[in-house]
């Protein structure tokens, strides 16, 4: 992660085959015994609709630990009658 005006932003780095993937993450637990890289981790990209939904499953439990009410339906989340998330686009934004 790259600490930016306060907002740490992930970094995609492209290896040439996925061998040095596996490598470069399965090595990756070293870097939280690394004096400075405590909070720095490494991850392997995921398809959109795979981080979308993890998205999605993550809003949920938020909102349900808030005590919130929450409804799924046809991939799009509601929170306190309110639409937030859908699968296909992601956030939604208010104008209000």
């Known amino acids: 992660m790259m600490h930016t005006l306060g907002i740490n932003r992930p970094i995609l780095v492209k290896l040439h085959s996925s061998w040095d993937r596996r490598a470069a993450v399965s090595g990756s637990y070293k870097l939280a015994s690394t004096a400075g890289l405590e909070r720095v981790y490494i991850s392997p990209d995921e398809p959109l609709e795979t981080r979308r939904r993890r998205t999605l499953?993550?809003?949920?439990?938020?909102?349900?630990?808030?005590?919130?009410?929450?409804?799924?339906?046809?991939?799009?989340?509601?929170?306190?009658?309110?639409?937030?998330?859908?699968?296909?686009?992601?956030?939604?934004?208010?104008?209000?």
Do not use: E, M
């Open 57 to 96: 499953n993550r809003i949920v439990k938020k909102a349900l630990d808030q005590g919130k009410r929450v409804t799924v339906a046809n991939g799009a989340v509601s929170v306190n009658d309110c639409i937030v998330f859908i699968l296909d686009r992601g956030y939604v934004h208010s104008n209000g």
